[in-house]
């Protein structure tokens, strides 16, 4: 719908594995094109450390 009045463009893309818990991403990108630009964003999941990064650079903790 947003794109009979404005051109936007936006790609997602999941990289994991599947495990006995279920989906285990280990990457999330999501790129953005428009009029301003094109941006893109990556999320880093540290399964080791048991954290998420964000592009912001802030992190969070992720669920056992």
């Given at each position: 719908?947003?794109s009979?009045?404005?051109d ?12 006995k ?10 790129t953005?094109?428009d009029?301003?630009?094109?941006r893109?964003?990556?999320t880093?999941?540290?399964w ?10 802030r992190?969070?903790?992720?669920p056992e």
């Amino acid at each position: 719908m947003v794109s009979i009045f404005k051109d936007y463009k936006l790609s997602q893309t999941s990289i994991g594995s599947f495990t006995k818990q279920g989906l285990r991403p280990e990457s999330y990108a999501e790129t953005r094109s428009d009029s301003k630009g094109t941006r893109t964003l990556n999320t880093r999941f540290d399964w080791d450390a048991g954290k998420i990064h964000f592009p912001d650079g802030r992190e969070s903790t992720l669920p056992e």
